[in-house]
């Protein structure tokens, strides 16, 4: 099972990406089992050399008890020690910032595929769609054809 963040290649250029597992509560990953998830709003800092996902809704899962998790609460991503130093220093840069792009389980184990972005301007979404519609006719008229 997949969530993807859709708009994230549409909003901005992936410049680098790196994998990384994340820090959940027992209901989090029960609830996220259940396909409860979503990456849309949620983007990555760095905090005292510690990497951090804010804004990811986890819907509460529906049988738990009194621990169950808040639904947007900040969750630390699990990365080597080089790895975040190398998106602190790209982060401190003019424009960039940190989006997860899909999420995925990798041996039982909830991985998140972390993109280092810039944003695009309005002209470069207008692009992506024109050549996006050009691929689309591409494949159309070959399938016409054979």
Same mark, same amino acid.
């Given at each position: 099972?997949?969530?993807?963040?859709?708009?994230a290649?549409?909003?901005?250029?992936?410049?680098?990406?790196?994998?990384?597992?994340?820090?959940?509560?027992?209901?989090?990953?029960?609830?996220?089992?259940?396909?409860?998830c979503?990456?849309? @709003?949620?983007?990555?800092?760095?905090?005292?050399?510690?990497?951090?996902?804010?804004?990811?809704?986890?819907?509460?899962?529906?049988?738990?008890?009194?621990?169950?998790?808040?639904?947007?609460?900040?969750?630390?991503?699990?990365?080597?020690?080089?790895?975040?130093?190398?998106?602190? @220093?790209?982060?401190?840069?003019?424009?960039?910032?940190?989006?997860p792009?899909?999420?995925?389980?990798?041996e039982?184990?909830?991985?998140?595929?972390?993109?280092?972005?810039?944003?695009?301007?309005?002209? @470069?979404?207008?692009?992506?769609?024109?050549?996006? @519609?050009?691929?689309?006719?591409?494949?159309?008229?070959?399938?016409?054809?054979?």
């Open positions: 099972m997949e969530i993807i963040n859709r708009k290649k549409y909003e901005y250029f992936i410049e680098e990406e790196y994998e990384a597992g994340i820090a959940l509560t027992g209901t989090e990953i029960k609830s996220i089992r259940n396909g409860k979503n990456l849309k @709003d949620c983007y990555g800092i760095v905090r005292n050399n510690e990497v951090f996902l804010l804004n990811m809704y986890i819907a509460p899962y529906e049988e738990g008890n009194i621990f169950n998790h808040n639904e947007t609460r900040s969750r630390k991503l699990l990365l080597h020690k080089k790895e975040i130093k190398k998106i602190k @220093d790209s982060l401190e840069q003019q424009g960039l910032t940190l989006i792009l899909k999420g995925y389980f990798k039982n184990k909830f991985k998140i595929l972390l993109g280092v972005c810039r944003g695009k301007k309005n002209y @470069d979404k207008r692009e992506t769609i024109k050549e996006r @519609d050009i691929k689309r006719e591409t494949l159309k008229n070959i399938k016409n054809f054979i």
